[in-house]
Structures are given as C-alpha cells and as structure tokens.
C-alpha cells in the first residue's frame, strides 16, 4: 500500500501587479510586488517580500527568493539563482528574519545560469553567464567568473 503524497499547486498568489505585466505560464509567484511593463517568462519562482521594478525583464527557469529588490530596465537571463539563506549554522536555517537581503540596482544584466548570493549589486552592472557573485558590486562595470571579478568598464553609450 502507498501512501498518498502531499499536493500543492503552484501558481499566482497575493500579487501586486503594475500596468502591462506579461507572465508566460507555468509560473509561481507569491506575495511579491512586480512593476509596471515587466516580462516574466516560464518556469519562473518569485518569492514573497521580493520586489521587480518596472521594465524588467526575467527569462525562464529563474528563481527568485525572498527579500530581493530588483531595480528598474534589469535583465534575468535563464536560470538565475539567487540565494539568500548563506547556511551560516551548517544547513538550511527555516527562519526568514535570518536570512539575508539582496539588492539589484538598475540597469543590471544578469547572464544565463548566474548564481546571486547575498550581496547588493549597483547601477549600470553587467554579471557574465555562469557567474557566481559572492561580493557586493558598488563599481559599475562588466563582472565575470566564480567568483565574479571585474572585468572591465561599461563601454560609452553611442551618441
């Protein structure tokens, strides 16, 4: 004899939406805040107390946990990871108010399959795929590697 399992449907919960969102489902979103003209592709978890700012865009297979603030004009490449909970005792801590913020300024691209630990990233940073940024980010730039190291500066914008 089996035992049945425990079934709990994913889906779109206790959502503040701004104007002209575009979700493509399957998604798991939850007590998060996304702004206005965000795309956010399949497969993607939002946690709740995460905060999307307005023309964002989040590419599929991202995951997203609790306390992020993400700025304006950002970019989530496939599979991004962001990781807040640092396993500071030795294993997974269930207390949220131990886990730690992460905060994604504006005008920041995140490559495919970058790893975001707790950290704060500024305006005008590019992060290369694969990327695990370990360290806060306060120098605009383009970073790459694990861990991410600056690379070199943003080129100037073409008048």
């Known amino acids: 004899m089996s035992n049945a399992p425990i079934v709990k449907n994913s889906g779109i919960s206790n959502v503040s939406f701004g104007h002209n969102v575009t979700l493509v489902q399957p998604v798991n979103l939850y007590g998060c805040f996304i702004g206005n003209d965000v795309f956010i592709g399949p497969f993607v978890e939002i946690q709740k107390n995460t905060h999307i700012g307005e023309r964002t865009k989040i590419q599929s297979h991202s995951f997203l946990c609790e306390y992020i603030t993400i700025g304006d004009d950002c970019f989530i490449g496939h599979g991004v990871m962001f990781a807040n909970d640092m396993f500071k005792n030795g294993k997974p801590d269930a207390r949220c108010e131990s886990w730690a913020r992460i905060a994604i300024g504006n005008r920041v691209s995140i490559g495919s399959n970058a790893t975001i630990l707790a950290v704060t ?38 008048e």
């Open 121 to 158: 990233i500024c305006d005008d940073v590019v992060i290369g795929a694969g990327s695990v940024v370990t360290k806060d980010i306060s120098t605009a730039g383009i970073y790459a590697g694990n861990p991410a190291r600056f690379l070199r500066p943003l080129p100037d914008e073409v």
